[in-house]
């Protein structure tokens, strides 16, 4: 009787030492398979942080920047604007053929691009920015007139492309977007190039327009 007791029990010991070799290859199993998923998930999120990365420094760092505004009297009504811009500290290049300007008097809103048949370069001024062939003739587009362009990124329709150091002025034809400006009025809008953060344009006309130009901002 004691031997076929003990017999018994070594063979239910040896069942016992199989199961658990058993349960120790599952947890094993299981283990490598979570900790390949959780490298698979921590290299796809390292990809997105630094795609985010990227993406948040070139936001914050390019752009436009809005230098000044100004515009001229004609009859009682300003009829031009120019926007002078620059792009900001540190920005990559920026395509105006890309941009677009959102500008509105609260009551109509216009989204002007470029138009490609026009880039006025410095010396074809001829004396005033304000010369009606500077401008569209529209109230869908704005043209470029070239300040500073020392390496001549912008220097022809076909290239209006600024950087560091350039000036351009953004011409709009407010008697085509909005039938002129008139005393008191608000304006409000953006120059929104392809990346990177917009220029803001926000300006109220003075009381009376005693100049024939106008600084707005």
């Not at 009682?76 to 792009?87: C, F, K, M, P, Y």
Request: hydrophobic share 40%; charged share 15%; aromatic share 6%.
């Amino acid at each position: 009787m004691g031997k076929k007791i003990r017999r018994i029990l070594k063979e239910n010991k040896g069942s016992i030492g199989i199961g658990a070799m058993i349960v120790f290859i599952a947890m094993v199993l299981v283990a490598g398979i979570a900790a390949s998923v959780l490298i698979q998930t921590s290299t796809t999120l390292e990809s997105q942080a630094l795609a985010t990365g990227r993406e948040t420094t070139a936001e914050v760092s390019s752009g436009l920047a809005v230098v000044s505004i100004s515009g001229n009297n004609s009859s009682g009504l300003i009829q031009h604007l120019a926007i002078v811009v620059r792009t900001r500290a540190g920005s990559n290049d920026i395509d105006l053929a890309e941009t677009v300007i959102e500008i509105s008097d609260s009551s109509t809103k216009n989204f002007l691009t470029y138009d490609d048949s026009t880039c006025i370069l410095a010396d074809w001024i001829n004396g005033t920015i304000f010369n009606d062939s500077n401008y569209p003739s529209d109230a869908t587009h704005f043209t470029v007139i070239v300040l500073e362009d020392a390496d001549g990124s912008c220097s022809s329709p076909n290239s209006a492309v600024i950087n560091s150091g350039d000036y351009v002025i953004l011409g709009v034809n407010t008697f085509q977007c909005f039938g002129g400006l008139s005393p008191r009025e608000d304006i409000w809008g953006l120059v929104m190039p392809e990346d990177g953060s917009p220029g803001v344009i926000h300006f109220g006309c003075p009381s009376s327009f005693t100049e024939d130009v106008v600084e707005l901002q």
